[in-house]
């Protein structure tokens, strides 16, 4: 799993190496919207040092990709470090339908009614007090837990903004999938407050089987 600052521009906005403009918008849209003050993401799953950091690259990323000339001096590195082949480098010929969402973000106080329903079922559950008597989680326990709460990953990522396949990741234990340990903190702590469970908690101990 990369850190933060060894992500590409393009993996870090989710991209291919021939992503149109458009398509570079719509990606630095989404994810600026997902780590700014007024996210629930933001708010609750990152701190401001790590948002700061995240909101840094993103802009980072938008100014290179989105200017002709910086595109092609950063693809050229890439191809450089063996990174990009040629072939697949962006040449400004088309102009694809972006395949990234614009949906409107549930509100904070939705999410916060939400967990506060939880938390007592969750207090009350011997299976999930079972697992929460652990001090190591994995994959497996937070879907259990799930389960139980009888609650989809796709009314997870709804809530959140967290694409389905992360949430999946995290279940299946596949961290090289999440894009870095910091996304994947982040969205470990978006999971766990979802279900009701204290998110510092739950990253604790679920990180605890990664090694950096």
Do not use: W
Request: one cysteine or more; proline letters at 2%; aromatic letters at 8%.
């Amino acid at each position: 799993m990369k850190k933060l600052e060894d992500l590409n521009f393009y993996e870090l906005l989710e991209l291919a190496f021939d992503a149109s403009p458009f398509e570079v918008h719509q990606a630095y849209k989404e994810m600026t919207q997902l780590y700014h003050d007024d996210s629930l993401a933001s708010y609750s799953f990152f701190s401001r040092e790590e948002r700061e950091k995240i909101l840094a690259k993103l802009d980072e990323a938008y100014s290179t990709l989105m200017d002709e000339k910086r595109r092609s001096r950063y693809d050229q590195l890439l191809i450089e470090r063996g990174i990009l082949e040629k072939s697949t480098q962006y040449q400004g010929e088309r102009m694809k339908l972006g395949l990234m969402y614009d949906a409107k973000r549930p509100s904070t106080n939705t999410a916060l009614r939400i967990r506060e329903r939880l938390k007592p079922i969750v207090s009350s559950n011997p299976v999930i007090q079972e697992v929460l008597a652990s001090d190591v989680l994995s994959g497996r326990d937070l879907k259990k837990i799930r389960d139980e709460l009888g609650i989809s990953l796709e009314e997870i990522s709804e809530l959140v903004k967290v694409r389905v396949v992360y949430l999946h990741a995290i279940e299946d234990d596949q961290f090289e999938k999440t894009p870095s340990r910091i996304f994947l903190k982040g969205f470990l702590r978006a999971y766990a407050q979802c279900i009701g469970l204290d998110a510092d908690m739950v990253a604790s101990r679920y990180l605890k089987r990664i090694h950096d």
